[in-house]
């Protein structure tokens, strides 16, 4: 029959010998490979008592981020959950009341904040897209959870601690 393609091999169906049945010489063949890796270094990482570096390119968990003066910077104003393309994002904004002005840094702010890390691809696109500084990836990974609910990441786990509870810390 006349072959489709060049790549096509043609099928040895001669009975085996009986060195070839014991399929000793290709036993020889696999640990000649294994022995040849024994001395090649180790890519195996042994988490977690060793961890990787990560690259400087990395995009990890997200931070919302305050002021100097512990204020939160984020103005729930839309713009990061517009630029996701997975749309992991929600928030609900909500108006900063007379006596508040230490928490806000604006007259509005995200009364709810939340990003689902099963939804996220760690894009990067909402940090570019905020216009207040209000949102970083850093260099660390939602760890793992038995729980969807446990990758949802509210304000709670997102915020910054401020100044006051990092000097308590
Ligand atoms: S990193 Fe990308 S996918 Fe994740 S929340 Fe930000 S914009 Fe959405
Ligand atoms: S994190 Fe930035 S882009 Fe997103 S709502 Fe807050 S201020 Fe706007």
Known sequence: MQALTSRAKQVDRKPMTFIESIYLWN??????????HIWKRKET????????????VFRGLHILNRDAEGRENCTACGLCAVACPAEAITMEAAERKA????LYREEKYAARYEINMLRCIF????EEACPKDA?????????ANYKREGFIYGKQDLLIPTPAEKKKA
Do not use: D, N
């Open 135 to 143: 949102i970083y990836l850093t260099e660390t990974f939602a760890p």
């Open 123 to 126: 894009c990067g696109f909402c």
């Open 45 to 56: 990482v042994k988490y977690p008592e060793q961890k990787r570096e990560f690259s400087p």
């Open 27 to 36: 036993i020889i063949k696999g640990m000649i490979i294994t022995f040849k």
């Open 99 to 102: 006596g508040e002005e230490h």
